[in-house]
């Protein structure tokens, strides 16, 4: 089990995707642990109220699984700076109520963190810049096709 500690550096710059973004303080090879999504651990339907709150910019609700979420709203870390690509960096792993954050591939100093939020399909659309050729054009994950 990861522990909360932070073993590779990251920073925060502003992003050609979105606002400011996470990106890579040192070479972080593939398969490391980065860094944990860390905030207040909330139950689903408190996520949901939370998703729908329109004084809140942004969503920093990070799922894990069907009944929690962790909010990095007001108690998160850098990690909820990690911009969405359709063709992330980086992947997420979920494990007792936690969201840990592992490079999907070498990164290198300097490159931007990404990962794929695959919103669901169902909510309402919000569109991409992450600027790959593979970009959907869409955050939501493909799911109805359309
Ligand atoms: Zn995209």
């Known amino acids: ?11 925060l ?3 050609p995707i979105h606002g400011k973004g996470c990106y890579a303080g040192e ?11 860390s905030g207040e651990l909330i139950a689903a339907e408190e996520a949901y109220r939370r998703e729908a709150d329109p004084e809140r910019t942004g969503i ?19 990690a909820r700076f990690i911009n969405h690509s359709c063709t992330p960096n980086c992947d997420y792993r979920i494990a007792d109520r936690r969201v840990l954050i592992h490079a999907a591939q ?4 300097g490159e931007e963190l990404t990962i794929d939020y695959s919103f669901s399909p169902e909510g309402e659309r919000i569109s991409c ?3 790959s050729p ?3 054009g869409q955050i939501n994950s493909a799911g109805d096709g359309d």
């Open 129 to 131: 810049c992450c600027g």
């Open 134 to 136: 593979d970009c959907r």
């Open 106 to 109: 070498d990164i290198a100093e």
């Open 13 to 15: 710059k502003i992003s």
């Open 27 to 37: 070479p972080i090879p593939a398969g490391a642990f980065i860094i944990e999504y």
């Open 60 to 78: 920093y609700t990070f799922w894990a699984g069907d009944d929690w979420a962790i909010d990095g709203y007001r108690e998160g870390n850098d």
């Open 1 to 11: 089990m990861a522990h909360a500690e932070i073993p590779y550096r990251v920073v």
